[in-house]
């Protein structure tokens, strides 16, 4: 079969479309057709971690597809099936935190650019009806991360105020459109004028030019909710727009890791500091189900064809895009 693998060589050097030899299900296990499959900052990142004395492996974490082997003792899913993969490896029930052993798909564990994966049955869940495979493909890890920051952690409610920095991602797309299909007031920045604008069409209720003043931009409004996966670059501008007693979630960092926090400002203000990542099984279930709910579907940037991987990863490098980036095989 055809995959993506990384070898040899760090970043995205190291990346080559190439014949790779299938694996058979083994008990508890499907093998999935893949037919779409969607690229994630993760993607990214791994290429760094992975280093060119490992192994190779296959990239991707996203992936959407048709059941066409089952192991022995499976008995959820059957041949024939469409089905969306769970990335989220080791984690059934909702919890404060990822249990021990709890891995992403896509490294070390191959992943889902490939014409084919096998994984646990546990770990596909049916394909939403009102999605495209492509739509179908970019959405659970991007979804399911929106979904616990909203929901598990911040505790969004209808009426508040969120605001979610650096618009564009997607990640923040579903963060929009989650937060927006609950009735909160949700604001957003970019340095990019076509990524404001286009969020407002998604129902943004204010779009802020990032190099503005914030506060300004913002008429003195306070934020119940801030969204951070910035990191360093944008983190005490964001910190500075919640009210007292708000609540800052951190999923992500795309600048520097390490920041510099004014603690006695911090408690004065009785902030709440969260961290999030993905999610568990039944996120990922209530997720599925609040998307059919709302009628929600992921926004598209671009789709490439698996051999022009390049494309994709370029775009994403280069911070172009305004929602998923797609593969289809």
């Known amino acids: 079969m055809k995959a993506l693998t990384h070898e040899n060589k760090e970043g995205m050097d190291g990346l080559s479309y190439r014949d790779v030899e299938p694996a058979t299900p083994q008990s508890g296990e499907v093998r999935v057709r893949i037919k779409a499959a969607g690229l994630n900052h993760r993607d990214l990142s791994v290429l760094k971690r992975h280093q060119p004395t490992d192994p190779p492996f296959i990239v991707g974490s996203d992936g959407a597809g048709v059941v066409e082997a089952i192991g022995a003792d499976v008995n959820t899913v059957s041949v024939g099936d469409e089905v969306i993969v769970n990335p989220g490896l080791g984690w059934q029930k909702n919890s404060d935190a990822p249990p021990n052993g709890f891995e992403i798909l896509g490294f070390p564990d191959d992943g889902t650019f490939a014409e084919n994966i096998v994984i646990a049955a546990e770990n596909v869940e049916p394909k939403p009806a009102h999605l495209t495979w492509e739509e179908s493909g970019v959405l659970a890890l991007p979804a399911l991360t929106a979904y616990r920051v909203l929901f598990t952690r911040a505790r969004i409610e209808p009426n508040m105020k969120i605001l979610i920095p650096g618009i564009g991602g997607g990640v923040a797309t579903f963060l929009l459109q989650f937060a927006k299909a609950i009735g909160a007031t949700v604001y957003v920045t970019s340095r990019s004028e076509e990524k404001r604008n286009k969020a407002l069409e998604l129902g943004a209720d204010a779009a802020i030019d990032s190099h503005e003043d914030w506060a300004d931009a913002l008429h003195g409004e306070k934020m119940d909710v801030v969204i951070e996966s910035i990191g360093a670059t944008t983190f005490n501008e964001s910190l500075d727009q919640l009210r007292r007693g708000g609540t800052m979630v951190t999923f992500g960092s795309s600048t520097d890791d390490q920041v510099q926090l004014n603690i006695r ?65």
């Open 265 to 329: 400002k911090f408690f004065y203000g009785q902030f709440n500091l969260l961290g999030s990542t993905m999610g568990s099984q039944e996120e990922l279930q209530a997720m599925l189900d609040f998307i059919k709910k709302h009628n929600i579907k992921p926004i598209m940037d671009q789709t490439f064809p698996l051999k022009d991987y390049e494309k994709g990863f370029q775009r994403m490098a280069e911070a172009a895009q305004l929602g998923k980036i797609g593969f289809t095989l």
